[in-house]
C-alpha cells in the first residue's frame, strides 16, 4: 500500500474472508451482523448474494461514507449504524434471528494509515489512538494518568515486562513538557527499553497495544459482545471472531470453552461431559489461521485467529465464571482519568 495515497484511496483487504463465507454460507440466503463494518469487505462480499441481508456497525466516523455508499445500492439489503458493538442489543431487534454475527477485531488500514490518529509509531499529528465514541484519548492517557496505574496498563494491556520502567521514562519526560505526538512517545519508551535488541518489532509496540486498548475499552467491548451476541442467536445461528491479538484471543478461546460443548475436555478420547451453559457447538478447539498465500499477500493478516461457535437451542443462561476470568482487565479499563 502506498503511503502518500490519499486515505479514501487506501483499501483494507478482509482478513480471512475465504473461511469466513465458507462457514456462514451466505449463498443460501440469510440475514447477517457485521459488527466491524470497516471498509465494509465482510459486508459487500456478503451482498453479493441475492437472499442475503446485512445490519453492520461500526464505531468509527471515517466509514460512515463507505456505508451510505454500501446503502445506496443496496436499499432494502444494507443498514449501518454507527455504535460500540457492545451496544449490539440497543440496535437489533431481537426477533431478528441473524444467521451469524461476526467480529473482525482491531483496527482497519483506515485506521492505522491515519496520521491525524496517531496509532502508528511515526505519527507527527495528536496522540488520540481513538477509534471513535471514546472518553479519552491517548495523549490523557500518557500525560495525565498517575504513573503506577500507566506502569499497570502497559504491563497488563500490552503484555510489556518493563512496563514500569517505561511509565518511569514517562513521568520524566511529561515533567518538562508535554508528550503530544505517537513519534515522541515511541522515541521516549524507545529510550526506556534500550537494551532491547528484538529487530522485527519496534520496541514500542506493546505500549501503544496496551494504550490503544485502553483508549478504547477493547477488551470490555469484547466481553460484552459475546455476551450480548449469544443471546441475539438462535439455534443454528453462528459466531465468528476473527482476533488479532494474544489478550483477545485469550478472551474468544475462554469464552467458547466455558460456554461449549468441548468444556473441561482435556482429552479427545475421554467422553464428552455435559455442560448446562453450553450455548455454542464448536467442531474444534483450535482456531483456523490464514494460509500462506493469505500471509504474502497480505502481511497484516499474519496474526489472525479465527474462532467460531454454533449457537445451541440451549436457553441463555449466562456464567459469571467467564467474566471472572478476566475481572482484571474489565477493573483497569474501568479507571476514570
Ligand atoms: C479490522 S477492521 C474491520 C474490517 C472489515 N472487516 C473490512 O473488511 O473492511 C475493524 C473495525 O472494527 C471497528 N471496531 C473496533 N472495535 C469496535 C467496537 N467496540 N464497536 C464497533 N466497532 C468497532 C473499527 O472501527 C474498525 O473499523
Given at each position: 500500500m502506498n503511503a502518500t495515497m490519499p486515505l479514501e484511496k487506501k483499501v483494507h483487504y478482509p482478513v480471512m474472508l475465504d473461511q469466513v463465507l465458507s462457514i456462514i454460507s451466505p449463498q443460501h440466503g440469510g440475514t447477517f451482523i457485521d459488527?466491524?463494518?470497516?471498509?465494509g469487505g465482510y459486508s459487500k462480499a456478503i451482498l453479493k448474494y441475492p437472499k442475503t441481508k446485512v445490519f453492520a456497525l461500526d464505531r468509527?466516523?471515517?466509514v460512515e461514507k463507505y456505508a451510505i455508499s454500501l446503502s445506496k445500492k443496496f436499499p432494502k439489503r444494507f443498514s449501518f449504524v454507527r455504535d460500540k458493538f457492545s451496544n449490539l442489543n440497543k440496535n437489533i431487534?431481537?426477533?431478528?434471528?441473524?444467521?451469524a454475527i461476526i467480529l473482525d477485531l482491531g483496527l482497519s488500514s483506515l485506521q492505522l494509515l491515519d496520521?491525524?490518529?496517531?496509532?502508528?509509531?511515526?505519527?507527527?499529528?495528536?496522540l488520540s489512538m481513538e477509534m471513535?465514541?471514546?472518553?479519552?484519548?491517548a495523549y490523557d492517557v500518557v500525560n495525565n494518568i498517575d504513573k503506577k496505574i500507566l506502569a499497570n496498563i502497559i504491563k497488563v494491556?500490552?503484555?510489556?515486562?518493563?512496563g514500569k520502567k517505561i511509565a518511569n521514562k514517562i513521568e520524566i519526560c511529561r515533567k518538562k513538557k508535554p508528550i503530544k505526538t505517537s513519534k515522541e512517545l515511541a522515541q521516549i519508551i524507545k529510550i526506556a527499553k534500550k537494551?532491547?535488541?528484538?529487530?522485527?518489532?519496534?520496541?514500542a509496540t506493546k505500549t501503544f497495544q496496551a494504550i490503544r486498548i485502553f483508549v478504547n475499552r477493547e477488551l470490555t467491548e469484547l466481553i460484552l459482545v459475546l455476551i450480548e451476541a449469544s443471546k441475539l442467536l438462535s439455534e443454528g445461528g453462528i459466531l465468528i471472531v476473527v482476533s488479532f491479538h494474544s489478550l483477545e484471543d485469550k478472551i474468544v478461546k475462554s469464552f467458547f470453552n466455558f460456554h461449549?460443548?468441548?468444556?473441561?475436555?482435556?482429552?479427545?478420547?475421554l467422553p464428552v461431559k455435559e455442560n448446562i451453559n453450553e450455548l455454542f457447538k464448536l467442531t474444534s478447539k483450535k482456531p483456523l489461521t490464514p494460509n500462506e498465500k493469505e500471509i504474502e499477500n497480505n502481511?497484516?493478516?499474519?496474526?489472525a485467529k479465527l474462532r467460531y461457535g454454533v449457537r445451541t437451542?440451549?436457553?441463555?443462561?449466562?456464567?459469571?465464571e467467564f467474566e471472572k476470568k478476566f475481572k482484571n482487565f474489565l477493573k483497569i479499563e474501568e479507571t476514570r482519568l
Open positions: 459488527c466491524t463494518f470497516g471498509q468509527d466516523k471515517l431487534n431481537p426477533n431478528l434471528n441473524p444467521k496520521t491525524e490518529r496517531g496509532f502508528s509509531f511515526n505519527s507527527k499529528n495528536s471513535g465514541i471514546n472518553k479519552c484519548s494491556l500490552g503484555e510489556e515486562k518493563d537494551n532491547y535488541i528484538n529487530f522485527k518489532k519496534n520496541p461449549s460443548n468441548l468444556k473441561g475436555n482435556s482429552s479427545r478420547y502481511i497484516n493478516s499474519r496474526s437451542n440451549k436457553s441463555f443462561l449466562y456464567s459469571k
